[in-house]
């Protein structure tokens, strides 16, 4: 799709270009999709080691005040989207403390088991906001009021990367070792399937390391994030 994308966006500037008379035709015209022999990359290299995410939380939770640090610590703790963490899925009303799991409750039947260390940030979290109700978000400048918009995450991840003395990657690579983890620690793929919140195993298979079949319970949640 992002090739498709890129294509599109191509045919539109050498379009503009040829009615202007700079290029004689549109090149990119001539360029078949279905020829090119397009695969995955092995990315497996890019995402966070073991020892990036513990000298990177070694760096966020020196800063307690900073609620995009508190942001990082759940993605190295659960598999979620920057976004799911930033305003789509966690607002205080899909945070279900009592079963220990949080998701979207209300709209889908998707139940992301807690580590007791989310729990616990979660629990601390709550006990920041003066005025938190169901509706309000998790993560925000404004008490609950607005989500936590997209570009200061990215620069303070630049921020703390540099301050742990480590390869800057993005907070997707975060959800990427998250996955890859539960792999590892031997959660069968259905159950990865359910908790990343992948429509369809495909997607899956591209976090994909070899693990061994087994169920994932609380105490296996703690086990991988704690």
Same mark, same amino acid.
């Given at each position: 799709?992002?090739?498709?994308?890129?294509?599109?966006?191509?045919?539109?500037?050498?379009?503009?270009?040829?009615?202007?008379?700079?290029?004689?035709?549109?090149?990119?015209?001539?360029?078949?999709?279905?020829?090119?022999?397009?695969?995955?990359?092995?990315?497996?290299?890019?995402?966070?080691?073991?020892?990036?995410?513990?000298?990177?939380?070694?760096?966020?939770?020196?800063?307690?005040?900073?609620?995009?640090?508190?942001?990082?610590?759940?993605?190295?703790?659960?598999?979620?989207?920057?976004?799911? /963490?930033? !305003?789509? %899925?966690?607002?205080?009303?899909? =945070?279900?403390?009592?079963?220990?799991?949080?998701?979207?409750? @209300?709209? +889908?039947?998707?139940?992301?088991?807690?580590?007791?260390?989310?729990?616990?940030?979660?629990?601390?979290?709550?006990?920041?906001?003066?005025?938190?109700?169901?509706?309000?978000? /998790?993560? !925000?400048? %404004?008490?609950?009021?607005?989500? =936590?918009?997209?570009?200061?995450?990215?620069?303070?991840?630049? @921020?703390? +990367?540099?301050?742990?003395?480590?390869?800057?990657?993005?907070?997707?690579?975060?959800?990427?070792?998250?996955?890859?983890?539960?792999?590892?620690?031997?959660?069968?793929?259905?159950?990865?399937?359910? %908790?990343?919140?992948?429509?369809?195993?495909?997607?899956?298979?591209?976090?994909?390391?070899?693990?061994?079949?087994?169920?994932?319970?609380?105490?296996?949640?703690?086990?991988?994030?704690?």
């Amino acid at each position: 799709q992002t090739i498709k994308n890129l294509k599109t966006i191509t045919n539109y500037v050498f379009d503009w270009a040829v009615n202007n008379d700079i290029v004689p035709y549109n090149v990119s015209r001539q360029v078949n999709l279905k020829d090119l022999n397009l695969r995955d990359e092995d990315n497996y290299e890019e995402i966070y080691s073991d020892e990036e995410r513990k000298k990177l939380l070694k760096v966020v939770l020196n800063h307690p005040e900073d609620v995009i640090a508190r942001m990082f610590v759940i993605l190295f703790c659960m598999p979620l989207r920057l976004g799911e /963490v930033r !305003s789509i %899925t966690i607002k205080w009303s899909d =945070v279900d403390f009592e079963n220990h799991t949080t998701g979207k409750r @209300k709209k +889908c039947n998707r139940h992301i088991p807690l580590s007791k260390t989310a729990e616990d940030l979660f629990r601390r979290e709550y006990e920041l906001r003066t005025n938190a109700n169901e509706d309000s978000f /998790v993560f !925000s400048f %404004t008490n609950g009021l607005n989500p =936590v918009s997209e570009s200061p995450v990215y620069r303070h991840l630049h @921020k703390f +990367c540099g301050e742990a003395d480590i390869t800057y990657r993005t907070p997707h690579k975060m959800r990427f070792w998250a996955v890859t983890k539960m792999y590892e620690a031997g959660v069968d793929q259905a159950r990865i399937q359910y %908790t990343a919140g992948h429509a369809c195993p495909s997607t899956t298979d591209h976090y994909k390391r070899p693990s061994r079949l087994g169920l994932i319970t609380t105490m296996k949640i703690n086990e991988i994030f704690n």
